[in-house]
């Protein structure tokens, strides 16, 4: 049996992270002001245009792949309301930040 996501977990896993170093997510929206979605896409895990948070129930079955591809989306989140142009992107800027959530959410970078 696969997890059911619904966009209220994925709020609650969004709040979770956020929990995890208050300090580096200072700068991102309150989770009331996001909006999440779950969509059955076979092309990706999760993506975001920083307004909508999107995780695909296809690729995401178990709650560890979810917390990550949130983290993953939330590190693009981040960068875009820091002002980085490049925030779509996985840059070493980017790369940087995912070291530092996957250190203290403790994922496998790899996997990030």
């Given at each position: 049996?696969?997890?059911?996501?619904?966009?209220?977990?994925?709020?609650?896993?969004?709040?979770?992270?956020?929990?995890?170093?208050t300090k580096f997510w200072a700068a991102m929206p309150a989770s009331k002001n996001?909006?999440?979605?779950?969509?059955?896409?076979?092309?990706?895990?999760?993506?975001?245009?920083?307004?909508?948070?999107?995780?695909?129930?296809?690729?995401?079955?178990?709650?560890?792949?979810?917390?990550?591809?949130v983290a993953h989306e939330m590190v693009h989140v981040l960068r875009q309301k820091?002002?980085?142009?490049?925030?779509?992107?996985?840059?070493?800027?980017?790369?940087?930040?995912?070291?530092?959530?996957?250190?203290?959410?403790?994922?496998?970078?790899?996997?990030?």
């Open positions: 049996m696969t997890l059911k996501l619904t966009p209220e977990l994925l709020r609650s896993v969004y709040d979770m992270i956020v929990q995890t170093d996001l909006k999440f979605a779950v969509v059955k896409s076979q092309a990706f895990y999760a993506e975001t245009d920083g307004e909508v948070l999107r995780v695909s129930e296809a690729k995401n079955g178990h709650i560890d792949s979810v917390i990550i591809s820091k002002g980085f142009s490049d925030w779509d992107r996985h840059g070493a800027a980017f790369n940087k930040m995912a070291r530092r959530v996957s250190k203290r959410c403790g994922f496998d970078p790899k996997s990030f």
